[in-house]
Structures are given as structure tokens and as C-alpha cells.
């Protein structure tokens, strides 16, 4: 049976974290709107970006064209590009890329081929280094920034099409969180190289017919490379707006259970409280009586 | 004069969205003008100025850097990696464009990345000299 002090003490670390918490939770929803409006501003130019490319793609003869958009032909060396956040306690987030990572680096390995891994993110690196210590070949922070620009995605852009070019890897895939709702982030697996385009689109392909300058070859030279960096940039923001949605649900759900745990401990303090009160009286009153 | 949808993207953001009569793109194999009905074209774009005409009384013009301009039936969609209007250009700014691109000619490792250098420098100056600042 704890003392009074010490009951009394753990209700106001209780409470302490209790404020701290609910801090983090208001910061989170504050900065989850300002994420949510950047990857909202940052759609029109990828899904433009998409389409032209999907166009073009559509035009051209599977197997042809250069090898950022068909694939340098084979398959054995995979590049696995994970992003996470920088910061804990934002619940199930980094975990749930991680995993999903992981499991498809155990099956790549498993069938055979070689695995490369790029984090980008602390905490995927903490928590990939102990499985994965040969395979990751850099770990990109980006602690210092705060607001998502293209500056910050582009140079991991240009870093994945060099080891490309360089031959280093045959397949890219990306790893982040899509943000669907506060409630809801889905940790999602997306091809950068070979690009892959949804079937629907490169349907709607060859609608006009297109008048290029320089050539469709020269053009698509320049798109492609640009297009990785602004898929990596909307995967980054996609990932900062989940993040900062995961913390403020997990923030909120610490906040509801130490009000519970308050709750509690209250209780069991009255009731030790005026428990003690009544030993007292009896010891008073039995001492009276026996004169 | 008829109107044609124009939009101006960044990664980051819509820049510019609505209804002009005249747009001139810096067009890498010399600028061009898009009025409405034009056919459609695909180009990448050098470095240089947008000029917006949205009405006679009505006009901006911008500065574009690396992308690419898609004229389609539904109108002129410019997809450019960084916009500023002129207004809030300066030499400054300019300069710092100019030494970038005058390193990477040094830096340059072989022949397809020096000649991309070399172009981009030769283009950044020709709009230096053009804008007179």
C-alpha cells in the first residue's frame, strides 16, 4: 500500500506528462495543417507531370526508349529508398514503413537478389541498422528542415539517378506513408525506376497528335530525371503530413489515458485518505473509552 | 481576342491559374507565342521570361528556370522548377544562377554534362544581358 506522498506524487508526474502531451498534440495539428496544404499545393505539378509522361510513354514501343523510363533490362540488384521521420513518438508511423520495408527486403533477399537500402530519416536508420547494417549505403537527415521545399528532394533525386546511371542498382522503389486521414496513413511501396504509370492513364495516351521540340526523345530525357525528384518530393510530403497526423492521434490517445490514470489515482487517494481518517478516529475513540 | 486556360506550376505550388490571350514561352529552341486555337506542342523550356498578356490593360511577366510547356487542346500548362515575377528579380539573384551554372561547367565530367552546362550558362547570360541589369 503506497503513502499518501506517494500517491500524491505520481499524480502530479501523471499530470505533467499529461500537459506535455497535450502540447505536442496541439503543435502536431498545427503543423499537419500547414503539411497538409503543401502536399495539396504540390499535386497539380506531379499529376501534370504524370500525365505528359504517361503520354509519351503510351507513344512509344514497350522496350525502346531510355532506360530511367523501361529498366536497364534486369532485375538482380534492388534499391530500396525508405523514408521516415525524424522524430519519435508519432505511434505506429515509423514502424508501420519499416515493416513494410523490411519485409520486402527479406523476400528480395530470400529470392536470390541483392538488397541496397538508402534511409532517409533517422529513425528508419535506428531501427533498419540492426537487421540491415551491409545493406544501407546512406542514411540522408533531414533534422534541420522544417518546411518541405523541392531543394530539399531534389539532390535525393539526382544522388538515385546517379547510382543508376553508375549501374549500382537495377529496380528503385520508394517506401513512405500515404496520408489518408488523421487516422489513417498507409505505409505504400512505389516503383521509381522502371516508372511504371497506371493502366488507365497511358489508355488516354495518344489523344493529340503532339508537335515536340526538341524531340520526344530529347524531351523525355529531361522529364524523366525530373520526374523521380518531384515523385521523391511528394513522397517526402506525403510522409511529413502523415507523420505529424500519426503524432496528433497517438498524442491525443496519451492524453485521453493519462486523464484516465489521473482518474484512478485520485480515487485510490480518497479512498487511502479517508481510510486513514477512520483508523485515526477508532484509535481516539476506542482510547476514550477504555478510561 | 479569344481567351485559352493557362496554368503555371512549380513543385511547390499553382503560381498562376485562369483565363489570358497571349502567352510568350521561352521555348529551348527560341520563344515562342501561344495564342488561343494553337496546336498542340510540347516544349521544353530555357531559362527566360514568361510574359502573360490577360488582357490589353493587364499583363505580368515572370521568370522561369528548368521545365517544360504543354500545349494541349484544353489550353498552355507551363511546368517550371522555380517562377519568380521580374519585378522581385535582381541581379543578385541573377549572378548567383550564373556562378552555379559556371561551376558546373568546371565541375563537368564528360562531354553530354559539359555541353548541358555549357548551354545553360550561355542562356542565363543571354538573359542577363537582355533584362539589362
Known amino acids: 500500500m503506497p503513502s499518501l506522498k506517494d500517491l500524491r506524487n505520481r499524480i502530479a508526474s501523471v499530470k505533467a506528462t499529461q500537459k506535455i502531451t497535450k502540447a505536442m498534440q496541439m503543435v502536431a495539428a498545427a503543423k499537419l495543417r500547414r503539411a497538409q496544404l503543401a502536399a495539396e499545393a504540390a499535386r497539380p505539378y506531379a499529376e501534370r507531370m504524370e500525365a505528359v509522361l504517361a503520354n509519351i510513354a503510351g507513344n512509344m514501343t514497350p522496350g525502346t526508349g531510355p532506360a530511367l523510363l523501361s529498366g536497364n533490362g534486369r532485375d538482380n540488384v534492388h534499391l530500396l529508398v525508405v523514408c521516415t521521420a525524424e522524430r519519435g513518438l508519432c505511434g505506429a508511423f515509423n514502424s508501420s514503413i519499416v515493416r513494410l520495408a523490411r519485409e520486402r527486403a527479406n523476400a528480395l533477399m530470400a529470392a536470390g537478389k541483392t538488397v541496397k537500402i538508402i534511409c532517409v530519416g533517422k529513425k528508419g536508420y535506428d531501427q533498419l541498422r540492426r537487421q540491415f547494417e551491409k545493406q544501407i549505403i546512406e542514411l540522408i537527415e533531414l533534422r534541420s528542415v522544417k518546411q518541405m521545399a523541392f531543394s530539399d528532394a531534389d539532390p535525393i533525386g539526382r544522388k538515385i539517378i546517379s547510382l543508376f546511371e553508375a549501374g549500382e542498382y537495377d529496380v528503385c522503389t520508394i517506401f513512405f506513408a500515404r496520408f489518408r486521414s488523421v487516422i489513417a496513413q498507409i505505409p505504400t511501396a512505389l516503383q521509381l525506376i522502371p516508372a511504371q504509370f497506371t493502366a488507365a492513364e497511358s489508355a488516354g495516351g495518344a489523344q493529340a497528335a503532339y508537335e515536340y521540340e526538341p524531340s520526344e526523345a530529347g524531351i523525355l530525357d529531361a522529364l524523366l530525371p525530373r520526374n523521380i525528384s518531384v515523385q521523391v518530393f511528394r513522397a517526402l510530403l506525403e510522409n511529413a503530413a502523415s507523420e505529424q497526423g500519426a503524432r496528433m492521434s497517438s498524442m491525443d490517445n496519451a492524453t485521453r489515458n493519462a486523464g484516465d490514470m489521473i482518474k484512478k489515482q485520485t480515487i485510490t487517494y480518497n479512498r487511502s485518505r479517508q481510510a486513514m481518517i477512520t483508523k485515526e478516529l477508532i484509535e481516539i475513540i476506542s482510547g476514550a473509552e477504555a478510561l | ?133
Open chain 2, 1 to 133: 481576342m479569344a481567351a485559352f486556360h493557362f496554368e503555371l506550376v512549380s513543385p511547390e505550388r499553382l503560381i498562376f491559374s485562369g483565363e489570358v490571350e497571349q502567352v510568350v514561352v521561352p521555348g529551348s529552341e527560341g520563344a515562342f507565342t501561344v495564342l488561343a486555337n494553337h496546336g498542340p506542342v510540347m516544349s521544353t523550356i530555357r531559362p527566360g521570361v514568361v510574359e502573360i498578356v490577360e488582357s490589353a490593360s493587364k499583363s505580368s511577366r515572370l521568370f522561369v528556370r528548368g521545365g517544360f510547356a504543354d500545349v494541349s487542346p484544353k489550353g498552355l500548362t507551363i511546368l517550371a522548377e522555380q517562377a519568380i515575377p521580374v519585378a522581385e528579380l535582381d541581379a543578385a539573384k541573377i549572378d548567383a544562377e550564373l556562378r552555379a551554372a559556371e561551376e558546373d561547367v568546371e565541375d563537368a565530367s564528360n562531354d553530354a554534362q559539359l555541353a548541358a552546362a555549357q548551354l545553360r550558362r550561355d542562356q542565363l547570360r543571354e538573359l542577363r544581358s537582355a533584362l539589362n541589369l
